[in-house]
């Protein structure tokens, strides 16, 4: 009986280290793609790794060419606003019209080369393996308008020094999205690490358990698209088109939903049920989860590029060479340029206060089309939301500062042609704003008068990211007193932030008069106790 | 008439009225942090505790309320507009002369006419005020609606504005102990429960035949 079990366990034993193994190579797939015969090529190009998926997956191309990480193309439900990277402008590096092959190495796909037109339409230019592959060896150059490096030269869409691809044991190794395949385009927006979200940077990667509570190998370990969930290559959550608020929660038991929002795990009432939890619950009417769950963003050692001033740019120096001053010092002792002749002025912020404000998930854009008021801070992205309207909650943002350049005439922003090595109008190459404006609105097709200025703007990005584990979570105290985070934020009721309003003026002076009341009348007592001779008590 | 040393206060009372002060001052103490007067207390564990205590305080008066209406002692609670002048009048005026105290304490009437008024108008306004609106704030999420935000600061400032006047009642009620035979003396019978009272020949002789544990021997 007893060797029986003892059998049985080992039995039970192998068999589980078995399964581990297998999971270790295809995941919880049915499949292994390094057995199938269509894999065992040596492949020459993105396109024909391509053209090799789909020979299975006959949907995957339909499918993919109508999502947002191809067309970079988004038309708002709301406001009936046709944004996407194809057409808005921001406080980073402008617009991708007039830049492509830089800015389109990050397209999910291959060789887009002109904004003004739609992406390439070729089944086989739709890139499966940056988003697919797992062998971690795929990536992108970073001015190829997509394609992979085939050779150990230029660099790569991280900004490291470029290595040959093996497309073989890439298209071998492909399985479901991990952290590195989202992280290598989006942890690099702007043209570097951090740069423009603040709340996605390579410490994203490996995060420790503080920096990222989900993402953590300490803690969940889980990838993004275990909450940006998909159905059919369309992916839960837009910055465009927020769900600020989910009054869903989880759905009913086994429901299956496709929202990238806390409560769609952690529910309606998130904490525990007693009296504390009570409280803390009377908070999600107000407030969006991650107001308190992610008490600074740009956490983990990487910071954020919060302000950028390209008015400043194009300074040279006597010999005529752009210069470059290297005065921010991260905490991990890394020094990041504040000033390059290319770009202007720069700040950074690392382990940041958000900025708060009611949102109700509507971002209108200021676009081409929209004028401007210059002798107001523009806003790039302008963020809607009221307390009335029952789906807004306040929510963190990082406020990027900036100041960029706008048509005098038309009032309105521009685009600019800033790369371009072989160009004589690419401000990197010339240094000459006219030539750069020009060439940009030329190549979005939209006019433009010839005059241009600066203007300050700012351009407002939602922190959802880097949740912080429940014991970090914000004090209390920093909203709950005079001028705490929120002190800006209209429409609430705060305890603690105004002890000295009317009504607590007047109760300190009702307390106030009657203490000096009975002093007075104590000294009253004394002093005629002591005429009239009187030692009572 | 013959000063006798009774049990005024029975062991209840006692107890309410001591564990009152402590609840009482733990919620002064939290309340003023969360208001933002000081920073003492962080801000979450002054919540936990307000609330906790303000349970406790809630329960309390459950039980008292309870007790003041099978004992009969809800009577005491009840002012009566009689000798309330003199009262006055007494702290205004003749204590600056040193005369005696004019109200004598009697065995089933507590407090003087002043000090019952003050009580009547705490137990049934300020203190109800700040029961109700302290519910009211603290089960906020069951009842409000997008736009409670005008009612739950109404809610908090009478909440906060009770607080007050309680404070001030504190202040008034702990230097009154002064007046009169002494500080000492007047806290004396609320620990120990006795206190000289004069009594008529007939009380005397129905305490000692029907409450005799109530008077304490002639020494």
């Known amino acids: 009986m007893i060797l029986k079990r003892t059998l049985t366990g080992v039995v039970l034993a192998l068999g589980v280290a078995g399964l581990a193994v297998a999971e270790e190579s295809t995941g919880s797939s049915t499949a292994d793609h390094s057995k199938f015969p269509i894999l065992q090529k040596d492949f020459k190009s993105g396109p024909e790794v391509t053209e090799a998926c789909l020979s299975c997956h006959t949907e995957a191309d339909n499918q993919f060419m109508h999502s947002i990480h191809f067309t970079w193309e988004y038309e708002h439900p709301e406001t009936g606003q046709v944004l996407g990277k194809k057409n808005v402008i921001n406080a980073f590096c402008g617009s991708v019209a007039g830049n492509e092959p830089r800015c389109t190495s990050c397209h999910a796909g291959y060789g887009w080369e002109d904004m003004s037109q739609p992406p390439p339409q070729a089944a086989t230019a739709k890139d499966c393996l940056v988003c697919h592959d797992t062998s971690d060896q795929y990536t992108k150059l970073a001015t190829a308008a997509g394609h992979p490096p085939l050779e150990a030269k230029g660099k790569t869409i991280t900004g490291a020094k470029a290595w040959a691809v093996d497309l073989t044991k890439a298209a071998q190794s492909v399985g479901m999205p991990d952290r590195d395949n989202c992280g290598n385009c989006h942890f690099y927006g702007g043209g570097g690490d951090n740069v423009k979200h603040g709340d996605l940077s390579s410490v994203l990667y490996e995060p420790s358990l503080d920096v990222d509570v989900h993402m953590s190998p300490e803690g969940e370990n889980m990838v993004c698209s275990d909450c ?48 504390k939890g009570l409280k803390l619950n009377d908070h999600s009417d107000t407030l969006a989860c991650q107001s308190c769950h992610i008490p600074e963003f740009a956490r983990g050692g990487v910071p954020t590029k919060s302000f950028w001033d390209w008015s400043t740019a194009g300074r040279l120096d006597e010999d005529g060479k752009p ?15 504040t000033y390059m002749s290319t770009k202007g002025d720069f700040d950074y912020q690392e382990d940041a206060t958000p900025y708060y404000a009611w949102f109700d998930g509507q971002v209108e854009y200021t676009t081409i089309d929209r004028k401007i008021d210059p002798t107001k801070t523009v806003e790039v ?10 789906t807004s909650r306040i ?5 990027m500062e900036g100041r960029q350049a706008y048509d005098k005439v038309n009032e309105n922003l521009v685009y600019t042609h800033v790369w ?17 404006i020009d060439a940009g609105m030329k190549a979005a097709n939209q006019p433009y008068s010839g005059e241009f200025d600066f203007v300050d703007t700012y351009m407002y990005w939602p922190i959802t990211h880097m949740v912080a584990p429940a014991e970090n979570a914000v004090e209390c105290a920093e909203c709950h007193q005079e001028n705490g985070r929120l002190v800006d934020v209209a429409g609430v009721f705060m305890p603690g932030t105004d002890p000295n309003g009317w009504v607590g003026l007047l109760g300190k002076v009702i307390v106030l008069m009657s203490f000096f009341g009975v002093m007075g009348h104590a000294v009253l007592r004394i002093f005629s106790r002591t005429s009239n001779g009187d030692h009572h008590g | 008439m013959a000063k006798r040393i009774v049990k005024v206060y029975p062991l209840f009372e006692r107890l309410w009225h001591w564990m009152q002060v402590l609840l009482i001052l733990i919620l002064m103490i939290t309340g003023m942090g969360l208001n933002g007067v000081h920073d003492a207390i962080p801000f979450g564990p002054a919540v936990m505790l307000h609330t906790l205590a303000a349970l406790g305080l809630l329960a309390l008066w459950i039980f008292a309320t309870f007790w003041l209406f099978t004992t009969g002692t809800w009577k005491q609670f009840i002012p009566k507009i009689e000798g309330m002048l003199s009262m006055a009048r007494y702290y205004a005026y003749g204590v600056f002369q040193g005369e005696e105290h004019p109200y004598e304490k009697m065995f089933w009437r507590k407090h003087n006419p002043l000090q019952a008024a003050t009580y009547f108008v705490l137990k049934w306004f300020i203190f109800p005020a700040i029961w109700i609106t302290g519910l009211l704030y603290l089960t906020y999420n069951l009842w409000s609606s997008g736009d409670s935000v005008v009612a739950i600061t109404l809610i908090a400032n009478l909440h906060l504005l009770s607080a007050y006047v309680i404070g001030a009642f504190i202040v008034v009620h702990v230097y009154l102990l002064t007046v009169g035979h002494g500080f000492k003396e007047h806290v004396k019978p609320m620990v120990t429960g006795y206190d000289q009272i004069d009594l008529t020949p007939e009380q005397e002789a129905y305490l000692e035949s029907n409450e005799p544990d109530r008077l304490k021997p002639v020494s």
Request: glycine share 10%; hydrophobic share 25%.
């Open chain 1, 228 to 275: 940006h969930v998909s159905d059919r290559h369309q992916w839960a959550g837009s910055r465009y088109n927020v769900l600020a608020s989910d009054p869903h929660g989880t759905g009913k038991p086994g429901e299956e939903r496709h929202a990238a929002s806390c409560q769609s795990c952690h529910g309606n009432e998130p904490h525990p049920a007693n009296i």
């Open chain 1, 323 to 337: 210069i470059k001053e290297d005065n921010y010092v991260s905490s991990t002792g890394q020094h990041l340029h």
């Open chain 1, 381 to 390: 992205n302008v963020i809607h939301g009221d307390r009335a309207d029952g």
């Open chain 1, 420 to 436: 371009g090595p072989t160009t004589d109008t690419a401000f990197w190459t010339n240094f000459d704003w006219g030539k750069a």
């Open chain 1, 395 to 399: 929510w963190p943002f990082k406020r």
